[in-house]
């Protein structure tokens, strides 16, 4: 079954899909706030790679396109499950900003494992969506990503990525 999805516009972002099927990519758009509730201080969560820019697969070693990339660990003795993630982008000339935030469905970190989150409106395991219309993609100046990863029970990792200036190149160029 397909879906007509007209376009939306929120802000300075612009979200378009159309004809997507029903099982597709859901649509991202800014938030205004961070809406995690987390007070745990127990450690075990961590990101130990944060990339916007210059990818490459941590399972294939293959170059990929831009987008952002996170790999995941949890030290912690049990699975990592609710996990959430909430993350701002700032311009460094503009200092225009967007923050998003997404629930990770059916993404958990077994105990002492690693997990790969691809934000590339990818389909499998790990992929999940990302707007295309961002100030990620859209500012040619340098973009800082704060970012904030919740798991229940554990507590919150935090990293930063940056992408330079630019908007963004693909795999192998």
């Known amino acids: 079954m397909r879906k007509r999805i007209s376009v939306l516009l929120v802000g300075a972002a612009m979200v378009a899909s159309i004809g997507v099927s029903s099982a597709a990519?859901?649509?991202?758009?800014?938030?205004?706030?961070?809406?995690?509730?987390?007070?745990?201080?127990?450690?075990?969560?961590?990101?130990?790679?944060a990339t916007v820019e210059n990818n490459v697969d941590p399972v294939t070693k293959k170059d990929l396109t831009d987008f952002l990339l996170l790999t995941v660990a949890n030290k912690s003795s049990k699975a990592?499950?609710?996990?959430?993630?909430?993350y701002t982008m700032k311009d460094s000339v503009s200092k225009a900003s967007e923050s998003y935030?997404?629930?990770?469905?059916?993404?958990?970190?077994?105990?002492?494992?690693?997990?790969?989150?691809?934000?590339?409106?990818?389909?499998g395991v790990g992929h999940f969506p990302e707007n295309k219309f961002s100030l990620y993609r859209s500012s040619q100046?340098?973009?800082?990503?704060?970012?904030l990863l919740s798991a229940k029970g554990l507590k919150i990792a935090k990293a930063v990525a940056i992408k330079s200036k630019g908007t963004g190149e693909k795999a192998g160029a």
């Open 80 to 86: 990592a499950s609710g996990v959430e993630i909430f």
């Open 25 to 49: 990519t859901k649509l991202l758009i800014p938030v205004t706030k961070n809406p995690i509730v987390n007070k745990s201080s127990v450690p075990g969560l961590s990101i130990t790679m």
């Open 101 to 123: 935030y997404q629930k990770l469905s059916n993404f958990t970190i077994k105990a002492g494992g690693v997990g790969i989150l691809y934000f590339d409106n990818g389909a």
């Open 141 to 147: 100046n340098e973009v800082k990503f704060s970012i």
